[in-house]
């Protein structure tokens, strides 16, 4: 039965009939698993899964002004991206502390700004107020998409058969807008498991029969939890975990998506100019538990008995078959530590991020 | 799901199969159900003494911790260690192989029968 106050997806229909096992999240009924997370995780490692992320928030900036306003909103130079290109980004602060991360994509004549769910009226509130100087008109049109992730090796290859878009062409974070199963859709080469894959953006209406077309042609449903154990072992932020108001991106690691020699100034620069220059407050490492324990957020990082950290995400790896996590330490921290596990200080060490890399042909 | 006839049960998920002063404990099907692919379990030492209600370990699924309730007072006299290992054998085999830990109890007990316990799980639902 449908939980009170809960907003649903165009799929939620979709889900109840694959049994899936729904949780609130961010105000909306969404699946965290079908099959169960660790089968569901390395069918996207191995094969292919679709998720439902409709939940996603859609940001549209029109107008003149639409391209000043989102250089002064987010960390990427978004002069540097081309029509039918994407670029991951923040969004901060003048502070230099995290309003959200998003991606911002370029169309012809606007950009598509996608937002976490769970911050979607922050961000929306946000960037109304800080452009209020300018010809632009930012659209919440969150209501009106849905969004399927198509993510596995074998994506490219079950989506093919469904759409004339040549799908060899389109690069990663590039993007197109034509037809899946003969509805209108933006194809994007995107996604949050450190696969290859594709998000497409088409209307609720249209998601159910895309949705059934992609599991018939042998994607494996996936939820909330695969999600979320898929982007850890690649490394990838989630925001409230890795990113907060309290965090800058530099802090998080996603530097690459900050462009602080910006000519137009956006918000936060100087924060971030001088955190670049004096340096880091705290950074985020990758760690392995060397002893019995699963990391989980909010667990602190010991080093003898000074507190030198907090876990901000931590799970046992189903592709490595072993606990892993991400805290957010001191900068001077040892690569060997302890987390804390009720009451228990267990040894971890640091190691590279990512935690998985695909291979690329 | 399945709720056999021959144990006892918790508010809290747990079974109990009680021969003589020994009580052999674990979490329920549905409980396993819930929890979801479990990938790991913190055991109690053996001799080490729990009263009823007191937490005796953990269940951690991939998402999820959980704590172990002890059903009776009493001391380990055996865990199992197997699991360690191969914590999947919780969601395979709940009432079987799956099994946590046997105390030595004293107590009489005050447990759900079978049927009172499906009522809870049908109350949560």
Known sequence: MAKEGLRHTSLYDEHKNLGARLVDFAGYEMPVQYSGIQAEHKAVRNHAGLFDVSHMGEAIFRGPDAESALQRLVTRDVGRLDVGQAGYSAVCYEDGGTVDDVIVYRREGDFLVVVNASNREKDLEHFRENTQDLDVEVADESDDWALLALQGPEAAGLLEPLTDTDLSGLKPFRFVEGEVDDVPALISRTGYTGEDGFEIYLSGGDAPRVWRALVEAGATPAGLGARDTLRLEAGMCLYGNELDAETTPLEAGISFAVHLDKEQRFIGQRALLLEDTQGLRKKLVGFEMEGRGIARHGHHVTSGAEIVGEVTSGTKSPTLDRAIGLALVDPGVEDRFEIVIRDNPVPAKSVPLPFYKRDRE | ?125
């Open chain 2, 1 to 125: 799901m399945s709720v056999p006839e021959d144990l006892q049960y918790t508010k809290s998920h747990e079974w109990v199969r009680t021969e003589g002063d020994t009580a052999t404990i674990g979490i329920t099907d549905h409980a396993q159900d819930e929890l979801g692919d479990v990938v790991f379990v913190e055991l109690p030492d053996e001799g080490a003494t729990f009263d009823a209600g007191e937490s005796f370990g953990t269940v951690e699924s991939v998402k999820a911790v959980s704590d172990l309730y002890a059903p009776v007072g009493g001391e380990v006299v055996e865990a199992n260690s197997s699991l360690e290992d191969a914590p999947e054998k919780i969601n395979e085999d709940p009432y079987g192989e799956g099994w946590i830990v046997k105390l030595r109890t004293s107590d009489e007990p005050d447990l759900l029968s079978p049927e009172e316990y499906e009522k809870v799980v049908e109350g949560e639902s």
